[in-house]
């Protein structure tokens, strides 16, 4: 995983240098996968982390692995949700913020959970206003 999570990174690389993000990659175990989907999986996560940083403070996006849930992770430090939308977040059209504020068409999320629901795995997030996502990713570890 940390080869695929790395080359997300590589297509990243002006916008965290542009934006000055701190990115931290934790050791990642390996998962059968379908090696693009999941890549998009993250690289829709990791994104989203940099897109939605606060203004005036530097942005950071950790990716890791939690051995306690047996999750990835996909952490930031930006402007949050309140956690009433947590289900709203991961349907088609949906957005909490306005259109004019961020781009985006509110399918991204959507789109993340039926491919890691194809995995047989789960999405879930949790979310403080003005503190920072961190989306978790349940998959298959290979033993």
């Not at 403070?57 to 992770?73: C, E, P, Q």
Request: proline share 2%; aromatic share 10%.
């Amino acid at each position: 995983m940390n080869r695929l999570v790395n080359n997300v990174l590589r297509d990243y690389t002006e916008v965290i240098k542009e934006k000055d993000v701190e990115v931290k990659v934790g050791d990642l175990p390996a998962v059968l996968c379908d090696q693009n989907m999941i890549q998009q999986v993250f690289s829709n996560l990791i994104s989203n982390g940099i897109k939605y940083s606060k203004e005036n403070s530097r942005a950071k996006v950790s990716i890791g692995y939690d051995a306690n849930l047996k999750a990835f992770y996909v952490k930031d430090n930006g402007i949050g949700f309140d956690m009433q939308y947590h289900d709203k977040i991961f349907q088609v059209f949906q957005r909490l913020q306005l259109p004019e504020d961020y781009e985006g068409t509110g399918i991204g999320l959507a789109i993340v959970k039926r491919m890691v629901e194809r995995h047989r795995g789960n999405i879930w997030a949790e979310s403080e206003l003005d503190k920072g996502t961190t989306f978790y990713v349940q998959l298959p570890v290979e033993a």
